[in-house]
């Protein structure tokens, strides 16, 4: 079992913590903690997300997907997340900065969600700004991009809070709950950032 917390927490990842979260890669034995918030959140989340295979919460699935982020880590692609109330509390949710380009993009793309018992406390809001610190402090990032459903009014104003501006529509962006789905564009900047 050793093997995939190595796998997704290579040496040197952070643990970053803020206003009393903490955020750390997956690891595998978080994998019932993660399967009973997502189960216990499912008619909350499924709006927002696309569609779960039926073995999404099975044991076997977390780990492909450890694998998965062992593997976008190492690639210096993405960095996967689970955030927990301090360093005992419960699991909250997750977010990953994904789709990291080098060279002249030097950006990355934000997605996240929040368990049902845990939304609209401010958690995602602490979680964020947490992952901008370290996007644009030692990933040397420029941009993070995000998108959301425009009747998402909850992304919506924590992507405004966090400084994120809308720059666009994005036409059947993502295939969400089923179906292709507009998505508004939201970006921010180094720059933008306090």
């Known amino acids: 079992m050793a093997l995939f917390r190595i796998a997704a ?10 206003g009393g979260l903490t955020m750390r890669p997956p690891r595998i034995e978080d994998f019932e903690a993660w399967a009973r918030l997502r189960h216990e959140s499912r008619a909350f989340l499924a709006p927002w997300e696309p569609a779960w ?12 997907r450890l694998r998965r982020y062992g593997e976008e880590i190492r690639k210096d692609s993405a ?25 002249v993009a030097l950006a990355g793309t934000l997605g996240y969600w929040i368990g049902a018992p845990y939304s609209r406390r401010g958690h995602m809001a602490g ?38 501006r809308r720059e666009g529509l994005a036409r059947e962006y993502l295939c969400i709950a ?3 789905r507009d998505h508004l564009l939201f970006a921010t900047l180094r720059s933008d950032q306090p």
């Open 53 to 64: 295979p039926p073995d999404d919460l099975t044991r076997d699935a977390f780990r492909q």
């Open 9 to 18: 927490e290579p040496e040197g990842f952070p643990t970053l913590r803020r």
């Open 79 to 103: 960095y996967p997340f689970l955030i927990f109330a301090g360093d005992d509390g419960p699991l909250l949710g997750g977010l990953t900065l994904g789709q990291v380009r080098r060279g």
């Open 178 to 180: 089923g179906g292709w």
């Open 127 to 164: 979680a964020v700004r947490a992952t901008l610190d370290f996007a644009f402090g030692p990933l040397g990032l420029r941009r993070i991009e995000a998108a959301c459903l425009p009747e998402n009014l909850a992304s919506i104003s924590l992507l405004d809070a966090a400084g994120f």
